[in-house]
């Protein structure tokens, strides 16, 4: 089995930094693309970044140049540096990969079970 766990959420203030980790673990064959999503309060579960197996990023326009994802294939993880912390950006944050798992030939998705970031204005 694979699984996804996230780490690094907490309580900031205004202005402030995180950084967010993701770990996966487990029988894993290979990670294709990796990315961070996140559910504000009252809206829809939402894009934040993307990061391919080869480097290349893409950003929500709301964190773009403030956030940066990153990702260390070597130690199969995921993270996103957090600047300029804004009250919006308060949610639960999930860690996403697309994983074939070892000795299968099918990739699918997996979901890190969530990190609660707050911002605090």
């Known amino acids: 089995q694979v699984q996804l766990v996230e780490s690094g959420g907490g309580l900031v203030q205004a202005g402030g930094s995180l950084r967010l980790s993701c770990a996966a673990s487990?029988?894993?064959?290979?990670?294709?693309?990796m990315g961070w999503y996140r559910q504000i309060p009252g809206k829809q579960r939402e894009l934040v970044a993307t990061v391919t197996s080869g480097g290349f990023t893409n950003y929500a326009d709301s964190v773009k140049g403030r956030f940066t994802i990153s990702r260390d294939n070597a130690k199969n993880t995921l993270y996103l540096q957090m600047n300029n912390l804004k009250a919006g950006d308060t949610a639960v944050y999930y860690c996403?990969?697309?994983?074939?798992?070892?000795?299968?030939?099918?990739?699918?998705?997996?979901w890190g079970q969530g990190t609660q970031v707050t911002v605090s204005s």
């Open positions: 487990g029988r894993i064959g290979s990670i294709n693309a």
């Open positions: 996403n990969a697309v994983i074939r798992p070892l000795y299968s030939y099918d990739p699918r998705d997996y």
